[in-house]
Nanobody, 123 residues
Framework: QVQLVESGGGLVQAGGSLRLSCAAS????????MAWYRQAPGKQRDLVAS???????NYADSVKGRFTISRDNAKNTVYLQMNSLKAEDTAVYYC?????????????????WGKGTLVTVSS
C-alpha cells in the first residue's frame, strides 16, 4: 500500500559526509511529518531529526549543527545531510512518515517506516 525506501548509507571516515534519501510511494494522499531515526547495536531507536510538511525542523542535540533534514513534497521524499560524521553516528537509519492514504483520508495519518540503511563511520 505505502512503501518508504531509504538509500545513501554506507561506510565513511570520521569527519566525512553522507546524504540519505527516503522516497515514499504507493497510495499516498498526503504526507505530514517525516523524520529520521537511528538505532545503534544494542540500543533503542532514537529520533535524529524531524520535519513538518511546512518545513519546521527539530533535531536531537547530538546532531545539531552537523545534520540537516529537508524534504521535497512534490517527490514525497525526505533527505538527511550528515556532515562532520563521528564514530558514534554509526547506526541503522530509518525513515518515518505520518502518511494519509487514499483509502483513509481522515485524521493526521498512520505511521510508516522504511527498512533502514546502515551508516558506518570509521574512526
Amino acid at each position: 500500500q505505502v512503501q518508504l525506501v531509504e538509500s545513501g548509507g554506507g561506510l565513511v571516515q570520521a569527519g566525512g559526509s553522507l546524504r540519505l534519501s527516503c522516497a515514499a510511494s504507493g497510495s499516498i494522499f498526503s504526507i505530514n511529518d517525516m523524520a529520521w531515526y537511528r538505532q545503534a547495536p544494542g540500543k533503542q531507536r532514537d529520533l535524529v531529526a524531524s520535519i513538518t510538511r511546512g518545513g519546521i525542523t527539530n533535531y536531537a542535540d547530538s546532531v545539531k549543527g552537523r545534520f540537516t533534514i529537508s524534504r521535497d513534497n512534490a517527490k514525497n521524499t525526505v533527505y538527511l545531510q550528515m556532515n562532520s560524521l563521528k564514530a558514534e553516528d554509526t547506526a541503522v537509519y530509518y525513515c518515518h512518515g505520518k502518511i494519509v492514504t487514499t483509502t483513509s483520508i481522515l485524521g493526521y495519518g498512520m505511521d510508516y517506516w522504511g527498512k533502514g540503511t546502515l551508516v558506518t563511520v570509521s574512526s
